[in-house]
């Protein structure tokens, strides 16, 4: 008899999951804004209700003093990006010292392509790039999102059998070595039996399935990307939902050791970032380009995956032989910083001036390069580009530049990303040109074609005096017709 998995899947979750009589609740009038958006009952916990801290999300409760609907940021847990009402400005404020990077001589001679940004100062564990901030999944695609823990775990049953054992299988037989071009035989080891023979490990020994379960999630992307069926692709799609949901829970965990001096699962820990990392890399290629939104996951996932790394490095004894001390010295080397974002960006200048003529009335309005701090920001995303078309020009191995496409995320300041978040022009036209560089690297499967869809979107959504900037993109495919 053959197995179709669809047919268990509904069998299944009919036979776990029966239906019973609605339950009703008196409705709480001043419970936080997530309950309520969620339609759930809120407990009004303060400072953050039982709800957002069980799924690790900011808590945020209505300004009832001014009678309107603005919200207030009350508090930030490990994950999520911060929540705020349609008329409120996103903002960031430092505040005392987290779990921000400390940067060390030791780091840049040892980092690798996985060193922490310079740039990084302490701020608060309200800021999105503390060492504990995994945004959800993309924006356009919300993860799974119910009232308790168990909603987001995956029934067991045939079903879940059947997809667990396909995506394992897939793994080894497709994703061990993801480019043309082969990697150190070192590396690829560790990628085809040290990281699975860790993941299973750890979870039979430990109970520890963060890594397994950013691996299940990556190879259900990887056959989404894959697949023509429509109903195969959105069942793939959430799977690797769930499974990247499921992993970050279980980080957390494994964070809070790294915090307590524990080493023992420092390699453990490490990679499971990096995966992550490549995850969020990877979900680019699925965002939406009608309405455009930013890919700020993958942004500040990398940030915090570099600090999480460099945490749990130096709980690493420098005499041992480990597996992430051979990943991050193999190549690329990206661990000096005048060769990634303090790099001559001259050729590329021209991105940061206003599209209309010096004495116009729009190039006197634009105040933005006057903040030196801003300037600084914009001049340090123009290096690092740089210094990835050198990487081209050069004629790096796919995965070697595959990773530096990665270390975009960690290099560039985080407040590169805030203007993002807040649509600025130069930002959007700076981001546009680094996506550009992702236009010949479209058969790597992490890629797809995420380049040429924020191009597309980010055209779409300029200030039309600012679109002519990025007519020089599309050499390479039909430019977009746009309504203005």
Same mark, same amino acid.
């Given at each position: 008899?053959?197995?179709?998995?669809?047919?268990?899947?509904?069998?299944?979750?009919?036979?776990?999951?029966?239906?019973?009589?609605?339950?009703?609740?008196?409705?709480?009038?001043?419970?936080?804004?997530?309950?309520?958006?969620?339609?759930?009952?809120?407990?009004?916990?303060?400072?953050?209700?039982?709800?957002?801290?069980?799924?690790?999300?900011?808590?945020?409760?209505?300004?009832?003093?001014?009678?309107?609907?603005?919200?207030?940021?009350?508090?930030?847990?490990?994950?999520?990006?911060?929540?705020?009402?349609?008329? #409120? #400005?996103?903002?960031?404020?430092?505040?005392?010292?987290?779990?921000?990077?400390?940067?060390?001589?030791?780091?840049?001679?040892?980092?690798?392509?996985?060193?922490?940004?310079?740039?990084?100062?302490?701020?608060?564990?309200?800021?999105?790039?503390?060492?504990?901030?995994?945004?959800?999944?993309?924006?356009?695609?919300?993860?799974?999102?119910?009232?308790?823990?168990?909603?987001?775990?995956?029934?067991?049953?045939?079903?879940?059998?059947?997809?667990?054992?396909?995506?394992?299988?897939?793994?080894?037989?497709?994703?061990?070595?993801?480019?043309?071009?082969?990697?150190?035989?070192?590396?690829?080891?560790?990628?085809?039996?040290?990281?699975?023979?860790?993941?299973?490990?750890?979870?039979?020994?430990?109970?520890?399935?963060?890594?397994?379960?950013?691996?299940?999630?990556?190879?259900?992307?990887?056959?989404?990307?894959?697949?023509?069926?429509?109903?195969?692709?959105?069942?793939?799609?959430?799977?690797?939902? &769930?499974?990247?949901?499921?992993?970050?829970?279980?980080?957390?965990?494994?964070?809070?050791?790294?915090?307590?001096?524990?080493?023992?699962?420092?390699?453990?820990?490490?990679?499971?970032?990096?995966? &992550?990392?490549?995850?969020?890399?990877?979900?680019? #290629?699925?965002?939406?380009?009608?309405?455009?939104?930013?890919?700020?996951?993958?942004?500040?996932?990398?940030?915090?995956?570099?600090?999480?790394?460099?945490?749990?490095?130096?709980?690493?004894?420098?005499?041992?032989?480990?597996?992430?001390?051979?990943?991050?010295?193999?190549?690329?080397?990206?661990?000096?910083?005048?060769?990634?974002?303090?790099?001559?960006?001259?050729?590329?200048?021209?991105?940061?001036?206003?599209?209309?003529?010096?004495?116009?009335?729009?190039?006197?309005?634009?105040?933005?390069?006057?903040?030196?701090?801003?300037?600084?920001?914009?001049?340090?995303?123009?290096?690092?580009?740089?210094?990835?078309?050198?990487?081209?020009?050069?004629?790096?191995?796919?995965?070697?530049?595959?990773?530096?496409?990665?270390?975009?995320?960690?290099?560039?300041?985080?407040?590169?990303?805030?203007?993002?978040?807040?649509?600025?022009?130069?930002?959007?036209?700076?981001?546009?040109?680094?996506?550009?560089?992702?236009?010949?690297?479209?058969?790597?499967?992490?890629?797809?074609?995420?380049?040429?869809?924020? &191009?597309?979107?980010?055209?779409?959504?300029?200030?039309?005096?600012?679109?002519?900037?990025?007519?020089?993109?599309?050499?390479?495919?039909?430019?977009?017709?746009?309504?203005?």
């Amino acid at each position: 008899m053959s197995l179709n998995p669809h047919e268990m899947n509904d069998a299944n979750l009919q036979e776990r999951r029966p239906r019973g009589p609605r339950l009703y609740h008196k409705k709480s009038r001043t419970g936080c804004i997530r309950c309520k958006q969620r339609r759930v009952k809120c407990d009004e916990l303060r400072p953050s209700c039982g709800s957002c801290s069980r799924h690790a999300v900011e808590c945020v409760y209505p300004n009832v003093s001014q009678g309107a609907p603005k919200a207030v940021p009350v508090t930030r847990h490990r994950s999520g990006p911060p929540v705020y009402s349609p008329n #409120q #400005q996103i903002t960031s404020s430092p505040g005392p010292p987290g779990l921000a990077p400390v940067m060390d001589d030791t780091l840049h001679r040892e980092s690798g392509h996985m060193s922490c940004s310079p740039s990084d100062d302490n701020r608060a564990t309200n800021s999105p790039h503390y060492l504990g901030f995994y945004p959800s999944p993309n924006p356009s695609n919300p993860p799974p999102d119910e009232g308790s823990d168990t909603d987001i775990s995956l029934p067991e049953g045939p079903w879940r059998r059947f997809w667990e054992i396909r995506l394992i299988h897939n793994y080894h037989q497709n994703m061990v070595q993801p480019f043309p071009s082969a990697q150190n035989e070192k590396v690829v080891q560790i990628w085809r039996t040290d990281i699975p023979n860790l993941a299973m490990r750890m979870a039979q020994e430990h109970n520890r399935c963060s890594l397994l379960h950013i691996t299940l999630a990556n190879s259900a992307l990887y056959l989404w990307t894959k697949s023509r069926d429509k109903q195969e692709r959105d069942e793939l799609f959430k799977l690797q939902q &769930i499974y990247q949901v499921m992993c970050v829970k279980e980080q957390r965990r494994d964070i809070d050791e790294l915090s307590h001096q524990i080493t023992q699962n420092a390699d453990y820990v490490c990679f499971t970032s990096i995966k &992550i990392l490549a995850h969020s890399l990877a979900l680019v #290629q699925t965002s939406t380009v009608d309405p455009w939104e930013p890919p700020v996951q993958w942004l500040y996932m990398g940030r915090g995956a570099a600090q999480i790394l460099q945490m749990a490095r130096k709980l690493i004894s420098p005499d041992s032989d480990t597996n992430i001390k051979t990943f991050i010295r193999s190549p690329p080397d990206m661990s000096d910083p005048r060769e990634l974002i303090f790099l001559d960006h001259s050729s590329l200048d021209w991105l940061l001036d206003p599209p209309a003529s010096a004495g116009s009335f729009t190039a006197q309005e634009d105040q933005e390069l006057e903040d030196e701090e801003v300037k600084s920001v914009y001049g340090k995303a123009l290096s690092y580009i740089c210094s990835v078309q050198k990487a081209i020009e050069n004629k790096e191995q796919d995965f070697a530049v595959v990773r530096r496409f990665a270390g975009f995320a960690i290099w560039v300041p985080i407040e590169f990303t805030r203007f993002m978040e807040e649509r600025r022009p130069r930002a959007m036209v700076i981001f546009a040109y680094f996506m550009s560089m992702w236009l010949g690297y479209e058969h790597i499967w992490m890629v797809g074609k995420a380049g040429e869809m924020q &191009i597309r979107g980010i055209y779409k959504v300029l200030p039309i005096e600012w679109s002519c900037k990025l007519d020089g993109l599309f050499a390479r495919f039909k430019q977009p017709e746009v309504n203005r």
